[in-house]
Nanobody, 124 residues
Framework: QVQLVESGGALVQAGDSLRLSCAAS????????MGWFRRAPGKERSFVAT????????YYTDSVKGRFTISRDNAKNMVYLQMNSLKPEDTAVYYC?????????????????WGQGTQVTVSS
């Protein structure tokens, strides 16, 4: 079992930056592929970013490329999502997820564990 707890969500203005954090406990964290997903109001949950177990591979959805950065600290069992140049359309509940899949993946059904989510609201 893996427990994931997100933090860092807030109400910010367009153009601001925010860093989300996800603390993991339980199963050996360094073996897990990690991802961030989000659910915007009235929409289904969607992929945002993913990072391989060693941090050497990352992938982002097109709408956040160049603005968001996913990273991890395996010594601290933490994964982060640095979000810059935030836009109102980034408003969503952001979820941290962990996968035992052998590689990075954008598919939510391949993630075994999920956090409870943290709210990010970007005002215009």
């Amino acid at each position: 079992q893996v427990q994931l707890v997100e933090s860092g969500g807030a109400l910010v203005q367009a153009g601001d930056s925010l860093r989300l954090s996800c603390a993991a406990s339980g199963r050996t964290f360094s073996w897990l592929t990690m991802g961030w997903f989000r659910r915007a109001p009235g929409k289904e949950r969607s992929f945002v970013a993913t990072i391989s177990w060693g941090g050497g591979a990352t992938y982002y959805t097109d709408s956040v490329k160049g603005r968001f950065t996913i990273s991890r600290d395996n010594a601290k069992n933490m994964v982060y999502l640095q979000m810059n140049s935030l836009k109102p359309e980034d408003t969503a509940v952001y979820y941290c997820a962990a996968s035992t899949y052998a590689g990075i993946t954008t598919i939510d059904s391949q993630y075994n564990y999920w956090g409870q989510g943290t709210q990010v609201t970007v005002s215009s």
